[in-house]
């Protein structure tokens, strides 16, 4: 029991910056379509394995840091990161223990839900694109998924 | 596991709302945001803390390359330094030279202009600030730079490189500043062509290496290598900084409209240092406040009280004229203003009418002009010579004539005009 009040938030809010920070790394043009979207994998990790450290404002928060560094609407990337986490805070008694494969279908899922969000309010705030490059990061974020479930799981203390 | 999903359960309610409640409040508060920020600048502050907030981060990422750029210049060789700066000499020189001539047309365009002394440059400041962060895809097509509104940076203002526009401001946040880049689709820039003066948009394609021209006519007289520059209109850049050159111009039967696109001179994806522009309050060619009054206003925009319509419309008028009419002996009319101007009557032309515009105003035919009917200046210009001449065919003097006429023109026009 008294492992239930020692949430990672710490490790969380670390790795929140840091795929934040991934984000920001200048790319070539090129390279920059096949960035996955780390901060969509990180907030998916962290509403599974600890729903209770970060919750729907984890994804609220980095949403409009993304907002920010985009330059988008205040609040696309926001409500996006939020349904997210939403979504995965919902489902994460369900997907969590499932094998690495599953969880990854999971994953697409939620990158290409994330996606078509802010793909939706582009086209409600007059930006059309026919552009296919926006989706290739949701091929790239699944590839990433298991790498960064190591990665993080080396973080905090799995309960 | 049944015990953990027991624990789950029961610990949601301690913590608040459940997530359904907490996911719709969070979605309403950012609808919220994108409503109110959509509708005209109500988040104008909110965004200035943000990007205070997320300046450091952007300045930590940007780094890395940063300290590369630093350790590159520490660690470059000599010889190479040696040769960089036999180059930038041989630059530095081939400029002075060109700016010493620019000096002589800016001289010899006063001039023209019928202005008395040289204006200074239309640009007051530069400010040189490095990019710490890009956004460069279909939709968007921005930069940050390190500089902001504790550096002066205001909103819609000029972002120039060294070979040519890079864009404008967007969003100023006190330390950092996003600017809208050329080619970003949201950007349309009024811009002109070179060689004929024909005025159209350049709209961005959201590629850094493109502009579109979507609305010249089929039949517009542009072709490829035209040089692009600004019209001045829009009210941000002033007139002839220059932005692209035309790449490909193809005329297609079934569209009233040719497709026309050019290549911005700026490198706008390779470009790291940007200069930001300040221009003269009071110069002719300061683009007028149109957008940033849509906005507001800004205070120290006034309109210009020198009424510069007639010095430019004035050659261009008494030109016409002179196409119009033959040009005879009789009306070469040595009735000269500038040199009319120095006269004692001339002393009682309101001071409104600036040097700028006295000269050509009064030998212009075209009476549009209030100030032209200044006293003892146009008086002999129009009724004496009317019986001789009509007025319409009173020339335009070329400098080179008014030199030549400078003498005469200090007697009275109507002595001059009965032989």
């Known amino acids: 029991m008294s492992m239930r009040n020692r949430e990672p938030r710490g490790a969380m809010l670390l790795t929140a910056l840091g795929a934040l920070a991934l984000h920001l790394l200048p790319l070539p043009d090129v390279l920059g379509i096949f960035r996955p979207a780390f901060v969509v994998l990180c907030v998916v990790y962290w509403s599974l394995n600890a729903p209770r450290a970060g919750g729907i404002a984890l994804g609220f928060l980095t949403g409009l840091a993304l907002d920010v560094f985009k330059g988008a609407v205040l609040g696309q990337y926001a409500l996006a990161t939020s349904l997210i986490a939403y979504v995965t805070i919902r489902q994460h008694l369900m997907m969590r223990n499932k094998p690495p494969f599953e969880q990854t279908l999971f994953v697409v899922a939620m990158l290409f839900l994330w996606e078509a969000v802010i793909w939706a309010i582009d086209g409600w705030t007059g930006q059309t694109s026919a552009g296919l490059g926006r989706w290739v990061h949701v091929a790239t974020g699944a590839l990433c998924w298991l790498p960064i479930t190591l990665a993080l799981g080396r973080t905090h203390v799995a309960r | ?419």
């Open chain 2, 1 to 419: 596991m049944s015990a953990f999903a027991t624990g789950a359960t029961r610990s949601l309610p301690q913590r608040g709302p459940a997530p359904g409640l907490r996911f719709f409040i969070y979605a309403l508060l950012a609808l919220t945001l994108m409503v109110l920020d959509q509708r005209g600048g109500w988040l104008e502050r909110v965004r200035y803390g943000l990007q205070a907030a997320a300046y450091p981060l952007q300045l930590a990422m940007n780094s890395p390359s940063a300290a590369w750029n630093w350790t590159h210049k520490i660690f470059e060789a000599r010889d190479a330094l040696q040769t960089e700066n036999a180059k930038l000499r041989e630059t530095n020189r081939l400029l002075r030279l060109a700016n010493l001539r620019g000096a002589a047309l800016e001289q010899e365009n006063a001039a023209l202009r019928g202005l008395r002394a040289r204006l200074p440059g239309v640009a007051e400041k530069w400010l040189p600030g490095e990019v710490i962060g890009t956004e460069s895809t279909t939709l968007r097509q921005r930069l940050v730079i390190d500089r902001g509104a504790v550096n002066g940076i205001f909103k819609a203002q000029a972002v120039v490189a060294g070979e040519g526009l890079l864009g404008q401001t967007l969003r100023v946040g006190p330390w950092s500043t996003e600017v809208i880049l050329l080619t970003d689709p949201e950007h349309a820039l009024p811009v002109q062509v070179v060689r004929n003066g024909l005025r159209t948009l350049a709209v961005g394609s959201g590629d850094t290496e493109t502009l579109a021209l979507p609305y010249l006519p089929i039949q517009s007289d542009i072709k490829e290598g035209d040089l692009l520059v600004t019209s001045g209109l829009g009210g941000v850049f002033p007139q002839g900084y220059p932005v692209g050159r035309v790449t490909q111009v193809r005329r297609d039967g079934n569209s009233p409209l040719a497709q026309v696109r050019a290549t911005p001179l700026a490198a706008l994806d390779r470009d790291r240092i940007v200069s930001f522009v300040w221009f003269r309050a009071n110069h002719p060619a300061t683009p007028t406040a149109a957008v940033t009054a849509a906005n507001g206003g800004d205070p120290s925009m006034k309109p210009m009280e020198t009424p510069p319509a007639p010095s430019l419309r004035a050659p261009a008028a008494s030109a016409a004229a002179a196409r119009a009419a033959p040009v005879t002996a009789p009306a070469r009319t040595p009735v000269r203003a500038p040199v009319a101007a120095t006269r004692p009557e001339a002393s009682s032309v309101p001071p409104t009418s600036v040097p700028a515009v006295a000269a050509p105003a009064s030998a212009s035919p075209a009476p549009v002009e209030p100030t032209a009917a200044a006293p003892a200046t146009a008086a002999p210009a129009s009724t004496p010579p009317a019986e001789a001449v009509p007025p319409a065919s009173v020339p335009a003097i070329s400098p080179a004539a008014a030199t030549r006429q400078a003498a005469p023109a200090s007697t009275p026009a109507s002595a001059e005009q009965r032989p």
